[in-house]
């Protein structure tokens, strides 16, 4: 069974500080997405890493896949308000038994304080 | 394109009934899926497809049945609801690969009395 471990749960920042998100897991993935989701809405992708240690900037967001493509991270520079949600690290298998499935981790719920 | 639809938006169940949530998408994806959503818990597989015709179980598919007659339409069915079951349903589809983006529905809001 692959599973992904997000940390923190939760984190309450103010705005301007920079805050790291972890993604890890103990199974390789083929790609690792990031997801953000609204309260009331489905999921929407951030970003998709398919290399391992790809960096993906996204405006005051870096995204990075290990080496060994079982981990990932989401760096928020300078947070804004508007970045308040919750963010969602997703890997897809590798292998016959698990290609195509998308596995989620258990989010973390920022709230960035103006 | 209407992207990923689901009906209904929300629904209350007795302990016991049955019911079946509905999802269609018009991007000719080939791969479609079901996710529950609880508190702390992110989004957890019960059911996937990657295809017509082909459905595998996920990390959570007890109490649940799909089928995927189409490639447009994923019905899950819920035999006898039980209050565990009360969660927010997602369904979602994507191009098979590893860089394919998943395109989730609104989500159906279930409450098991």
């Known amino acids: 069974t692959q599973l992904l471990e997000q940390s923190p749960q939760f984190l309450s920042i103010q705005e301007g500080e920079n805050l790291t998100v972890y993604c890890n897991s103990s199974?390789?993935?083929?790609?690792l997405q990031w997801y953000r989701q609204e309260p009331g809405e489905g999921p929407v992708l951030l970003v998709t890493?398919?290399?391992?240690?790809e960096v993906k900037k996204l405006k005051r967001l870096t995204f990075q896949f290990g080496d060994a493509r079982k981990d990932s991270s989401l760096h928020i520079t300078a947070a804004q308000p508007g970045d308040t949600g919750l963010y969602l690290c997703?890997?897809?298998?590798?292998?016959?038994?698990?290609?195509?499935?998308?596995?989620f981790g258990q989010g973390t719920t920022l709230q960035v304080k103006p | 394109n209407a992207g990923v639809t689901q009906t209904p938006k929300f629904q209350v169940l007795k302990t016991g009934q049955s019911m079946t949530l509905q999802c269609a998408q018009d991007?000719?994806?080939?791969?479609m899926s079901w996710y529950r959503q609880d508190p702390g818990m992110g989004l957890r597989l019960i059911h996937y497809?990657?295809?017509?015709?082909?459905?595998d179980q996920g990390e959570v598919p007890n109490g649940y049945n799909v089928s995927r007659s189409t490639t447009e339409d994923f019905p899950l069915r819920l035999l006898s609801a039980a209050p565990s079951q009360t969660s927010v349903y997602f369904c979602?589809?994507?191009?098979?690969?590893?860089?394919?983006?998943?395109?989730f529905g609104p989500g159906t809001r279930l409450l098991v009395l």
């Open positions: 979602a589809s994507s191009y098979v690969g590893p860089g394919g983006t998943q395109y």
């Open positions: 199974s390789v993935f083929s790609s």
């Open positions: 890493v398919v290399t391992g240690g």
């Open positions: 997703a890997g897809r298998g590798v292998g016959s038994s698990n290609t195509g499935k998308l596995i």
């Open positions: 991007m000719n994806h080939e791969y």
């Open positions: 497809s990657v295809g017509a015709g082909i459905t």
